[in-house]
């Protein structure tokens, strides 16, 4: 906090997410969440992958086993995989989402309304309890990076914590 040009610390709370051991993430495609949303409204973390995109595969070995993610995601989302390059029309909201042919590719119409056009793989998109984007963090994500992402979106910090005082009070948790 800045006053008259002269910077005050404020001192924040450490934050420490507890976690409960959760065995693997139960992946959903857009349909699924959505149903589940009608009777239990969550945040969704959406993972934007394709097929040939080895850094998503990467991301799906190292990231999404690490049981601290895999509890994170498992406590407070809807964990939704999502093709960015799929063929399957999407209806959603009473707009059919669809594969746009594309040079020898191509690309599906909602996740890239979802990452903006800006196609990169992978990309995770949060969006809160109304479908509204939280944020899409695109790249690959080490697990004690996103660790502290997941959390802070999951727990509600985001509205009222700014990222830097968060992430820099956060503590990892073990899960029990």
């Known amino acids: 906090m800045f006053l008259c040009g002269f910077a005050i610390a404020q001192q924040a709370p450490t934050v420490t997410v507890p976690l409960k051991p959760v065995e693997k993430?139960?992946?959903l495609t857009w349909e699924q969440a959505?149903?589940?949303m009608e009777k239990e409204p969550r945040l969704?973390?959406?993972?934007?992958?394709?097929?040939w995109c080895g850094w998503c595969k990467r991301m799906d070995a190292t990231t999404m086993e690490d049981p601290r993610?895999?509890?994170l995601i498992g406590q407070k989302y809807y964990a939704v995989k999502m093709d960015g390059e799929?063929?399957?029309d999407i209806t959603f909201r009473g707009r059919t989402y669809k594969f746009v042919a594309q040079g020898h590719r191509g690309y599906h119409e909602l996740p890239a309304e979802l990452m903006g056009g800006k196609?990169?793989?992978?990309?995770?998109?949060f969006l809160d309890q109304e479908y509204a984007i939280i944020q899409a963090l695109p790249?690959?994500?080490e697990a004690t990076a996103f660790e502290p992402i997941l959390a802070?979106?999951?727990g509600g910090f985001y509205k009222s914590t700014p990222w830097e005082s968060f992430q820099a009070t956060f503590k990892s948790a073990k899960t029990n």
């Open 25 to 27: 993430i139960e992946w």
């Open 34 to 36: 959505a149903a589940k």
């Open 44 to 51: 969704l973390m959406i993972d934007c992958y394709t097929d």
């Open 69 to 71: 993610i895999i509890s």
């Open 86 to 88: 799929g063929k399957k």
């Open 119 to 125: 196609m990169s793989y992978p990309t995770l998109i």
């Open 139 to 141: 790249g690959y994500q």
């Open 152 to 154: 802070y979106f999951g």
